[in-house]
T-cell receptor, first 114, second 115 residues
Framework: AQKVTQAQTEISVVEKEDVTLDCVYE???????LFWYKQPPSGELVFLIR??????QNEISGRYSWNFQKSTSSFNFTITASQVVDSAVYFC???????????FGAGTTVTVRA | EAGVAQSPRYKIIEKRQSVAFWCNPI?????LYWYQQILGQGPKLLIQ????????DSQLPKDRFSAERLKGVDSTLKIQPAKLEDSAVYLC?????????????FGPGTRLLVL
């Protein structure tokens, strides 16, 4: 069975602070995929990144960066120099190689105060 | 490229009434998913279609929920009769598989309130 744990329920920061969202996953599959989605107040889930289990290279996209560590089954997400527009619920998700169904964590609500 | 479209965006009904949601996926996406997202939780898969066939409906409460994708494009999800615990956001997602890579893209969702 697959499981995704996002231990942080809510994080509140002041604008320009960095914020790191934790994600820990469990799977028996050797090939799997990890995702981060952003859900702003409008409700739509916005795809941010996909990472394959065989690619442990960290990735940076603008103010976003992701740290994938297979040894600790973690796929953490950092927003650098946060902005008010970053306020949203962020979900980590996991899918396997067979049916690609997504298993989501419970989400972390990020509030960035001006 | 147009995204996943869903309607209505909001629906309020009384318990025991029926309701239907509509989803139009991204053009060319063969796979379509319906998720239920209860407030404060992550989305939970209800049903997965590949073209017009059901791949997985093991989490769909079939005594009251039904879904179809007759022509392999649009899909409808129906609840009949609704219960209070069905209050949630219903998300539709679509995807295509290319080179072993698959990413799901989500619509804006339908917020259902059952009174």
């Amino acid at each position: 069975a697959q499981k995704v744990t996002q231990a942080q329920t809510e994080i509140s920061v002041v604008e320009k602070e960095d914020v790191t969202l934790d994600c820990v996953y469990e799977t028996r599959d050797t090939t799997y995929y990890l995702f981060w989605y952003k859900q702003p107040p409008s409700g739509e889930l916005v795809f941010l990144i996909r990472r394959n289990s065989f690619d442990e290279q960290n990735e940076i996209s603008g103010r976003y960066s992701w740290n994938f560590q297979k040894s600790t089954s973690s796929f953490n997400f950092t927003i650098t120099a946060s902005q008010v527009v970053d306020s949203a619920v962020y979900f980590c998700a996991l899918s396997d190689h067979n049916d690609y169904k997504l298993s989501f964590g419970a989400g972390t609500t990020v509030t960035v105060r001006a | 490229e147009a995204g996943v479209a869903q309607s209505p965006r909001y629906k309020i009904i009384e318990k025991r009434q029926s309701v239907a949601f509509w989803c139009n996926p991204i053009s060319g996406h063969a796979t379509l998913y319906w998720y239920q997202q209860i407030l404060g939780q992550g989305p939970k898969l209800l049903i997965q279609f590949q073209n017009n066939g059901v791949v997985d409906d093991s989490q769909l409460p079939k005594d009251r929920f039904s879904a179809e994708r007759l022509k392999g494009v649009d899909s409808t999800l129906k609840i009949q009769p609704a219960k209070l615990e069905d209050s949630a956001v219903y998300l539709c997602a679509s995807s295509y598989l290319a080179g072993g890579r698959e990413t799901q893209y989500f619509g804006p969702g339908t917020r259902l309130l059952v009174l």
